[in-house]
Structures are given as C-alpha cells and as structure tokens.
C-alpha cells in the first residue's frame, strides 16, 4: 500500500519545459524527505535533486542547478520537479523516492541508497 507514483514525463524539445510529479499513498509524505533521481541508458543511477521533510531545504546536482527546482505541497502528498531549459542529456527515466526522517529534519540526501521507497519512473525525452 505505501506507493509512489510519478507523472509528466513525455518527448519535449530542447530548451523546453517539463513538471513531474510524484504522489505518495499510504503514508503521509510530511515526515520524508524526498529526491529525484534519474538513469540513462548504459549509465547509473545518479541523484538529481532532494528537498527535506519540514524545512524544505534543497540540494540539486550540479548538471541541473539553475535550471531545475523541487518543491513539495503537503497537503497534496505531492512532491514536484520542474524542470527548464532542458537538454538532450538529460534524457532518463527519473525516479522518485522516499526516505523516512523526523518531520523538523532539514537534511537532504542525494544517493540512491539511502532511500527506502522507490517509484516506478517516469520517461523523459528530449529531442528535436
């Protein structure tokens, strides 16, 4: 019963703009902090972005700073990513997980094994 569900994925051309969401059920997503990840063919998994429980703070990887921004809406059990200015490289399927922290935590985590729940990912494709 505790899932994640992400949607918004889909084909845009670069310099385009995409929103992924990503909707817990089971649990409330208050009490976690929540990433975004992302794997490209051939290549592993890496950590894109991450916002904490109850401080929101943030942490993205460099490739996507200044064009990418997580944000989360408790009361929708939703967490975002917008996603600007893209580029053919960032082409993946992007993952969201959880991982259980107290709820006035604000440390964010960018490596895939410290999560505990995982969706099942979403395709994004940038491409002229």
């Known amino acids: 019963q505790l899932q994640l569900v992400e949607s918004g994925g889909g084909l845009v051309q670069p310099g385009g703009s995409l929103r992924l969401s990503c909707a817990a059920s089971g649990f409330t997503l208050g009490y976690y902090a929540i990433g975004w990840f992302r794997q490209a063919p051939g290549r592993e998994r890496e950590g894109v972005s991450c916002i904490s429980s109850a401080t929101y703070s943030t942490k993205y990887a460099d490739s996507v700073k200044g064009r990418f921004t997580i944000s989360r809406d408790n009361t929708k059990n939703t967490v975002y990513l917008q996603m600007n200015s893209l580029k053919p490289e960032d082409t993946a399927v992007y993952y969201c997980?959880?991982?259980?922290?107290?709820?006035?935590?604000?440390?964010?985590?960018?490596?895939?094994?410290?999560?505990?729940?995982w969706g099942q990912g979403t395709q994004v494709t940038v491409s002229s």
């Open positions: 997980a959880a991982r259980r922290t107290p709820y006035y935590s604000g440390t964010v985590y960018l490596l895939p094994h410290e999560y505990e729940y």
